[in-house]
């Protein structure tokens, strides 16, 4: 009995150690995207108090919103880069090239929107990230059907940020 028990656990622990394998690409890109974010976020964190005392659009949300859905939408980016990484073994370096650099621009339209408060600027600069992320679900989708799907709240948000910049630069001008 006690043998059966060792072995089970064994097995147990291989079965664990082969998950956390495979989980790995997915945690780590995860945690670059959500890194991303936060160091934006940190940049920008005492101008983005400045935005409470803009004057916004009726479908703006409430501050608590932004951070739970962005880190909602890291983690999707992150699973979604890996599983297109991982699935394609170097073959979608043309892919990751366009996830690193829609990236970039998503981090740095925080320090325009946020930081030096150039709204309409901000908005170009979101139109261009949203043809970028349109460009990698297009991208992924060829490696796999789930990457390009797990994009589309990303790109549905984006829009509906872009919306909020727009209105946000009309109305303070």
């Known amino acids: 009995m006690t043998a059966y028990l060792f072995l089970s656990f064994e097995n147990t622990n291989s079965e664990v150690l082969k998950m956390l394998k495979k989980a790995k690409p997915y945690i780590i890109s995860s945690v670059i995207a959500l890194a991303v974010g936060g160091v934006s976020t940190l ?3 005492d101008a983005m108090k400045d935005y409470e005392n803009l004057s916004k659009p009726a479908l703006s949300p409430p501050q608590a919103v932004f951070p739970i859905v962005w880190t909602i939408l890291f983690i999707l980016m992150g699973i979604s880069s890996a599983k297109v990484y991982t699935k394609s073994h170097g073959a979608a370096k043309g ?12 981090f740095f339209w925080t320090i325009i929107f946020f930081g030096s408060k150039s709204f309409l ?3 170009f600069w979101l139109l261009f990230l949203i043809a970028l992320v349109i460009d990698m679900i297009y991208m ?10 797990l994009q589309l709240p990303y790109l549905v948000w984006l829009c509906f940020a872009a919306y909020l910049n727009l209105m946000v630069h009309l109305m303070n001008k």
């Open 43 to 45: 940049l920008t964190k």
């Open 95 to 106: 892919s990751m090239l366009v996830y690193g650099i829609q990236l970039g621009v998503n």
């Open 121 to 123: 600027f901000a908005f």
């Open 140 to 149: 992924f989708s060829k490696h796999s059907l789930w990457a390009g799907l």
